[in-house]
């Protein structure tokens, strides 16, 4: 994270969130947030095993089929959050994901 165009991307980041209203500090807090999350989604994202051309609909169905086989007694609230647990590979959670962490940066924005 400290070769040039990390340095780069950091930069942007810290300029955009100061030009927002955020705090410095704040802002290099929040910066790495971002970061971490957008980057984590990714790895996320390469590690799960799929063919190429999968489409969404396709990896959820998977998922979800993987989830059924989880033992009820043992995980009854995997077993019960089965169609959220199989989205978590969607564009929609990560912009869910995405939204509530902007929402938390928003709040550090001074008034």
Known sequence: ?????????NERLLAA??????????????AY??????LGAIALEAAEPHEP???EAE???ARRDAFAAVP???YPRTASQIDVLA?????????????????????????
């Open 87 to 111: 989205a978590y590979v969607t564009t929609e959670q990560f912009s869910w994901g995405l939204d509530r962490v902007l929402d938390g940066i928003e709040r550090l924005i001074d008034p």
């Open 59 to 61: 990896r959820i169905a």
């Open 72 to 74: 009820v007694e043992h």
């Open 33 to 38: 947030l971002l970061i971490v999350y957008v």
């Open 1 to 9: 994270m400290d070769g040039p165009n990390a340095l780069a991307l």
């Open 53 to 55: 051309g999968t489409t």
């Open 17 to 30: 969130l100061a030009d927002g209203g955020v705090a410095a500090a704040n802002a290099a807090r929040s």
